[in-house]
């Protein structure tokens, strides 16, 4: 017999295996389904992205861990342009092979011990509990300071804009959190891969100074080049913040060989050195999100929170799966909202990725 332990065995079931049955019932309708449950791209690479994959493509020998240094430096100066977030340099970034391995990884990788907390949203994208099981440390959802428990969480997970409630945190709520996070020793991962895509209001990163002050101890931001610019296959992200713990990560990731392939290390520069693509893409987004928003108001639902990312949280006070059928029983898929925990069992989350022609479809189907 085995000795193994089956890690998956202390694991939730994978959400989108649960909306199957959903998912063959919206296939089925006769204009074909229009699958609004995950938030993957469906718009084209911009081709100076797709040029420089090709032009980076010659490099036979092994890439390194902490990534090109015109990689890093491009990672800073975006940050800064875009975001307004100072005081970084080429040290402050370690590129990763797509934000959800990374998230999946942190606690483990940082040395979270098990047993320990660690603190996720009350309603969260699930790969957040998923990282603090795999380290063997217990997951705490909360919102509130007041409610992290007696137990000092180790690690802290934020994200704003939230997926999937589209909620932004203010800078005096980031703020509260990073205080109390360094007066009790905690350490801040901030996952921000839908801080360019804000539609109300603004959003910052939890390395802006107006929240830490121009300090980045204590602190990671996650960022992820999938949504702005359509890499999303590419597997193209990095972490950005206090430099000591952006080392140590390097050293772990060096040992087991997680190293970012050298044309999409030359596809992320081209990316992050220019503003023009992702401004077409957002605006694509917008103009989807209008349409969206108006047909399911118009359907009786309300759309709360959703202020960013690429998601709509709507709801008219029945269950998340009676509402996934609803939206099925019209060949739309939309992903249940108790996919991101107990307090979302009333909404469901609906993704602005479909294609224009796609999204024209839903707005006809849920027309009165």
């Known amino acids: 017999m085995s000795r193994l332990r089956p890690i998956s065995a202390g694991l939730p079931d994978f959400p989108w295996d649960t909306i199957s049955a959903a998912k063959a019932t919206a296939a089925s309708h006769a204009g074909g389904i229009v699958d609004m449950s995950v938030g993957t791209p469906m718009d084209p690479v911009d081709s100076l992205i797709r040029d420089a994959l090709a032009a980076s493509s010659e490099f036979p020998g092994y890439p390194a861990t902490v990534g090109t240094l015109a990689l890093r430096e491009a990672a800073v100066g975006a940050l800064d342009r875009r975001f307004g977030v100072t005081g970084l340099d080429e040290s402050s970034i370690l590129p990763v092979i797509g934000t959800k391995e990374a998230i999946a990884g942190l606690p483990a990788q940082l040395g ?33 300071i007041a409610d992290y428990g007696d137990r000092v969480p180790t690690l802290i997970f934020l ?3 939230s997926n999937p409630t589209g909620a932004v945190a203010s800078a005096e709520e980031l703020r509260s959190v990073v205080e109390w996070a360094r007066a009790h020793g905690s350490v801040v991962v901030s996952d921000e891969c839908y801080l360019g895509l804000t539609w109300e209001g603004s959003a910052l990163s939890v390395l802006h100074p107006s929240v830490c002050g121009g300090d980045h101890t204590g602190l990671i931001a996650v960022h992820s080049l999938s949504k702005v610019s359509n890499l999303a296959s590419y597997r193209a992200g990095f972490l950005a913040g206090d430099r000591a ?7 772990v990731r060096k040992h087991a060989g997680m190293i970012v392939p050298f044309p999409i290390q030359g596809a992320t520069i081209a990316a992050l050195n220019d503003d023009v693509h992702v401004d077409a893409q957002r605006e694509r987004y917008r103009v989807r999100r209008a349409k969206l928003k108006a ?8 759309v709360d929170r959703s202020e960013a990312g690429l998601y709509l949280w709507i709801s008219r006070g029945d269950d998340s799966r009676a509402t996934l059928d609803w939206f099925a ?9 108790d996919f991101y925990g107990p307090a979302g069992s009333k909404h469901v989350r609906m993704a602005l990725t479909a294609t224009d022609e ?11």
Do not use: H, K, M
């Open 329 to 337: 029983s019209r060949g739309i898929l939309v992903a249940p909202g």
């Open 159 to 161: 994200n704003s804009p």
């Open 112 to 144: 979270v011990p098990a047993g320990d907390t660690v603190v996720i949203p009350e309603v969260a994208y699930p790969t957040y509990e998923v990282g603090a099981l795999l380290a063997g440390a217990t997951p705490r959802r909360a919102d509130r």
């Open 245 to 251: 713990l952006i080392a140590e990560l390097l050293a």
């Open 358 to 368: 796609r999204v024209d479809a839903a707005v006809d189907r849920l027309a009165p």
């Open 295 to 302: 047909a399911v108001e118009g359907a009786g639902f309300t």
